[in-house]
């Protein structure tokens, strides 16, 4: 099975824009993958990187249903060193596809953290990213103990 079919297996359809794997599980599944700045039909897709895993997406998803997009948007508002380094990983977000003027996960706006999933892919694909790695580090367990891609 080739990484694209797993990949559609995971998501139940078939990813869009899809270029790579950026990112595998300790189980040697795809976990984040890499879409291009534009989807088959032409149209932006903001999200360079996305997180597959099944796993990995319910946990970040019970971080989100509790309030984490708020509190991280504090957190990076209210600490300098995770303002800084949001500020960086936006750039270098810029900095890698420039066809799109827009930082992690399509934010235009400074300091906006619209989308945990996304500032999390991006840590992984992207290691010293200090906020996006704090965000995984909040989940009780970032990868199941077991393959959760069958």
């Known amino acids: 099975m080739t990484d694209a079919e797993i990949v559609e297996r995971q998501l139940g359809r078939r990813p869009r824009a899809f270029v790579r794997v950026a990112v ?3 189980y040697g599944k795809p ?3 890499e879409q291009a700045a534009f989807d088959e039909e032409g149209r932006p897709f903001p999200t360079q990187f996305y997180v597959t895993c099944r796993h990995l997406v319910a946990a970040i998803s019970r971080l989100e249903a509790d309030g984490g997009v708020e509190r991280w948007s504090r957190a990076a508002q209210d600490d300098a060193a995770l303002a800084r380094s949001l500020a960086a990983a936006q750039a270098e977000q810029r900095r890698l596809r420039p066809e799109l003027d827009a930082g992690i996960g399509g934010s235009t706006r400074t300091g906006s953290i619209k989308c945990l999933h996304a500032h999390a892919a991006f840590a992984l694909a992207n290691p010293g990213y200090e906020l996006g790695e704090r965000i995984l580090a909040e989940l009780p367990a970032p990868w199941p103990q077991s393959c959760c891609t069958a």
Do not use: H, L, Q, S
Request: net charge positive.
């Open 24 to 26: 595998r599980c300790p």
């Open 31 to 33: 976990a984040v993958t």
